[in-house]
């Protein structure tokens, strides 16, 4: 693992400021895990890339963001923030994702992540599937190609504030192979949103929300022991 927490690593600069940024691209071969840690934002202009490797940001109240150029091409993708995270500007590459955006207290972050193929909601970095905690933003997960797959909890559930909502998209076929949850002290209140392609939305994993609301492009069967709120099920099928 080579970790990046002040000074410079190859491409990427520090400014003082506790702000990592990637000016020109970074390119690592072997199999292991990068890591950026930052104690105020990651903002990233240049390709980061090792389609065997993994890639680890850890930021502060400065999040983390990407220009069109900022290319993310890798295996793995972990997410540590507890502030904004918009990696939807450019066409990423990645296998795995998760994210971890609990805020101290509650909070407002969002997450914003698309996927130009294939993608799995799994384990990377350390970091099971994606976790909001207290954090009353929003979580929005997309592939613009391929499938999209729930390998591991997505997990909006909080204590005394309204829980995250959250957005899937799949532009092929939707897996929902755990559970996704968006609940406050442990009732369901809160959103999901799942919208699929032509392959529809299927699944065993239990979805526990106020409301779920579901476009798909083909057929839907959730068949889990899902619990959904007063404000029910809304959905538009092809």
Known sequence: TVTQSSGSYGSV?????????????????????????????????????????????????????????????????????????????????????????????????????????????????????????????????KTTTGDLTVAQPVDASSGAFPSATIKLEAAGTMAVNTAITSSMDGDPTGVVALKAGSGGIAGTGVIKTGSLDLTSGGSVSLTGANVVGNNGVTGVLA
């Not at 292991?32 to 840690?37: E, F, H, M, R, V």
Request: hydrophobic share 35%; net charge negative; glycine share 14%.
């Open 13 to 141: 600069n520090t400014s003082g400021t506790g702000l990592i940024e990637v000016n020109s691209g970074i390119v690592w071969t072997k199999p292991s895990q990068l890591t950026l840690q930052a104690s105020n934002g990651i903002n990233i202009y240049a390709p980061i890339t090792n389609a065997a490797g993994a890639l680890k940001l850890e930021a502060g109240s400065g999040g983390i963001m990407q220009s069109v150029s900022g290319v993310i091409t890798t295996d793995k993708l972990a997410i540590v923030s507890p502030a904004n995270v918009s990696l939807n500007g450019a066409p990423n590459k990645v296998n795995t994702f998760s994210a971890d955006m609990q805020t101290p207290g509650p909070g407002t972050a969002n997450l914003s992540f698309s996927n130009d193929q294939s993608l799995i909601i799994g384990s990377a970095g350390g970091v099971n599937g994606i976790i909001t905690g207290e954090n009353q933003g929003y979580v929005s997960v």
